[in-house]
C-alpha cells in the first residue's frame, strides 16, 4: 500500500521526469510483508486487482481489499519523479514529497520492489509483478 502526504521538500533539486523504460507501465502487487499477522508474507494470485500503473511523471494505484483495508476498495493517483540517492536505492518521490518516510525502490527484470518507510520500523516491502 502506498502511503502519501502533503509537504513539499524544498531543499529537493528540480524534479526529472522519470525514464520511461524504468517504471512506465501497470504493475500488479503479488506480495506484502505487512499483512494482518507480523512476519507471514501475504501473497496475491495473478488478476488480484492490486495494480500501480506509472506513466512517465503520472501514477493511478488501485487495492481491492488489500490487506486491513479487506472488503474496501480505493484507488489514488498524482505525479511521481525518481530522485537518486548516494549509496542507496532510488526514491520514488510522490506528489513531491521526499521527506522521511522514503519510498524505495529496486527493479530486477518485471519484478518491481518498493520498500515503504522505514522497514525495521513497521515499514512494509512490496513486491509488484509487471503485467503491461
Known amino acids: 500500500m502506498f502511503t502519501f502526504s502533503c509537504k513539499k521538500d524544498s531543499t529537493n533539486s528540480k524534479p526529472k521526469a522519470a525514464t520511461p523504460t524504468v517504471l512506465t507501465g501497470t504493475w500488479e ?3 506484502d510483508s505487512f ?6 508474507l501475504r501473497e496475491y494470485a495473478p488478476g488480484n486487482g492490486n495494480e500501480v500503473i506509472f506513466s512517465d511523471t503520472t501514477f493511478k494505484s488501485f487495492y481491492v481489499g488489500y490487506g486491513v483495508e479487506s472488503g474496501n476498495n480505493y484507488s489514488d493517483s498524482g505525479t511521481y519523479y525518481i530522485k537518486d540517492l548516494p549509496n542507496s536505492n532510488p526514491q520514488l518521490v510522490f506528489n513531491g514529497d521526499s ?8 527493479i530486477d527484470k518485471d519484478t518491481l520492489t518498493l520498500f515503504v518507510g522505514e522497514v525495521a520500523a513497521d515499514g512494509d516491502i512490496l513486491v509488484y509483478q509487471k503485467i503491461n
Open 35 to 40: 499483512p494482518l499477522i507480523r512476519g507471514v
Open 99 to 106: 521527506l522521511p518516510p522514503r519510498d524505495l525502490f529496486l
Open 29 to 31: 502487487l503479488r506480495e
